[in-house]
Nanobody, 124 residues
Framework: QVQLVESGGGLVQAGGSLRLSCAAS????????MGWFRQAPGKEREFVAA???????AFADSVKGRFTISRDNAKNMMYLQMNSMKPEDTAVYSC??????????????????WGQGTQVTVSS
């Protein structure tokens, strides 16, 4: 089993920045592929960003150029740096992980482990 815990959410004004962290514990060798997803009220969970062990990344078009995903394998940590934030970025952000190798995964169905989520609210 892998346990994932997010932190860093909060309230920020439009144009501001937040940095989310995801701490992995347990069978961390099963965290080859990791990602961030978000879910706004009344909407389906959507892909935000993904990263693999080697550091290759992928982003949703809606956040490309504003968000950065990174990981520190030695510390079993993943991060989401969110800049130039917009009110439409408001959602519960969750980190996810799976043991799949070499692939950037954009579907939530492809992930095995999930954190509890952290609320991000962007005021206009």
């Amino acid at each position: 089993q892998v346990q994932l815990v997010e932190s860093g959410g909060g309230l920020v004004q439009a144009g501001g920045s937040l940095r989310l962290s995801c701490a992995a514990s347990g069978r961390t060798f099963s965290t080859n592929a990791m990602g961030w997803f978000r879910q706004a009220p009344g909407k389906e969970r959507e892909f935000v960003a993904a990263i693999v062990w080697s550091g290759r990344t992928a982003f949703a078009d809606s956040v490309k150029g504003r968000f950065t995903i990174s990981r520190d394998n030695a510390k079993n940590m993943m991060y989401l740096q969110m800049n130039s934030m917009k009110p439409e970025d408001t959602a519960v952000y969750s980190c996810a992980a799976t043991s799949t190798l070499f692939r950037l995964l954009v579907s939530p169905d492809e992930y095995d482990y999930w954190g509890q989520g952290t609320q991000v609210t962007v005021s206009s």
